[in-house]
């Protein structure tokens, strides 16, 4: 019970249909196993619910909310929320992600460009822009985003890899400034996982079995030629949202099995 008497936001804690579990949604369950009470955003208020109906199955505390990160008002509307249902907020989990259509700058479209930034890193300001004064209050406070291994790999998605770097940024800024108040930031870099966005997304673009993707990527993996799983992302954001990594802010931490350690 690492998180008892905690109260955790998780956003994005819905999921893209598909063999797997996502990063998200397991990330919601460990929270709530060990002890956090939960609420669920996403802006398919439907795929929440899914992931309320788990926890509570598990004898688990959840209720959902629906909200787009890249709306301003919902951020400060589910914000507000959380303290209306739980009286705080110890933890903000960012875990929305979108990618898809970026390739190098010639072939990116300026839409495709401005949608990713969008979601991807104005959604995780305006999270924390809202979340941060009651933590500053509370003069506590873990922070997590989910950006990715693409930040500092080499990767030819320049939209995603853009929005991710800029993630990394915004949550070292966020760390240094607000230190004083006991407010912790801290990125996990997730390599490459076997969850749905990934498996089904991608076999889905590039017209392969999701048996030929899983191969590929697994081969690419140094640690036992493996892809993680989103449980590997959901047992390192518990590490980093508990007491236990209460010295550790603006960490930028690989969660991908040597993948972002191979040089050459
Ligand atoms: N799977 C991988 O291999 C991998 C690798 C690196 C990083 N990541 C990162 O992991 C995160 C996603 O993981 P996941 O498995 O939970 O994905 P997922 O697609 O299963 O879940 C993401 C959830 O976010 C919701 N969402 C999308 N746009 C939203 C918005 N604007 N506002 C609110 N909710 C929104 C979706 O409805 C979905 O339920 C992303 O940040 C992604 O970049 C994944």
Not at 9 to 31: C, D, S, Y
Not at 40 to 61: C, H, M, N, P
Not at 177 to 199: C, E, K, Q
């Amino acid at each position: 019970m690492r998180l008892e008497n905690k109260v955790a936001i998780v956003v994005g804690a819905g999921q893209t249909p598909g063999e797997t579990i996502g990063n998200g949604r397991a990330t919601a369950i460990l929270f709530a196993r060990e002890g956090a009470q939960v609420l669920l955003v996403d802006k398919r208020i439907e795929s929440a619910l899914e992931t309320e109906q788990i926890i509570k199955d598990e004898g688990g505390t959840a209720s959902s909310c629906a909200g787009d990160v890249s709306v301003d008002a919902d951020c400060l509307a589910f914000t507000n929320i959380c303290v209306e249902r739980y009286g705080k907020i110890d933890i903000l989990h960012h875990n929305v992600g979108i990618g898809v259509g970026d390739r190098g700058p010639i072939e990116t479209a300026e839409s495709v460009w401005d949608k990713m930034l969008d979601v991807n890193l104005k959604g995780a300001f305006l999270t924390s822009k809202h979340v941060l004064p009651i933590m500053r209050e509370a003069n506590s406070g873990s922070i997590i985003f989910i950006s990715s291994i693409a930040a500092i790999c080499s990767m030819n998605a320049i939209a995603y890899k853009a929005s991710k770097a800029g993630m990394n940024s915004l949550s070292q800024a966020i760390a240094i400034d607000n230190a004083r108040f006991g407010i912790r930031s801290n990125v996990i870099m997730p390599g490459l996982m076997d969850t749905p966005i990934a498996i089904e997304g991608i076999s889905k673009a590039i017209n392969k079995t999701r048996q030929q993707v899983r191969a590929r990527r697994d081969a690419q993996v140094p640690l036992g030629s493996k892809m993680g799983t989103a449980w590997d992302v959901a047992n390192a954001a518990v590490f980093l949202a508990s007491d236990d990594a209460g010295f550790i802010t603006g960490v930028n931490l690989p969660v991908d099995g040597g993948q972002s350690a191979r040089i050459g």
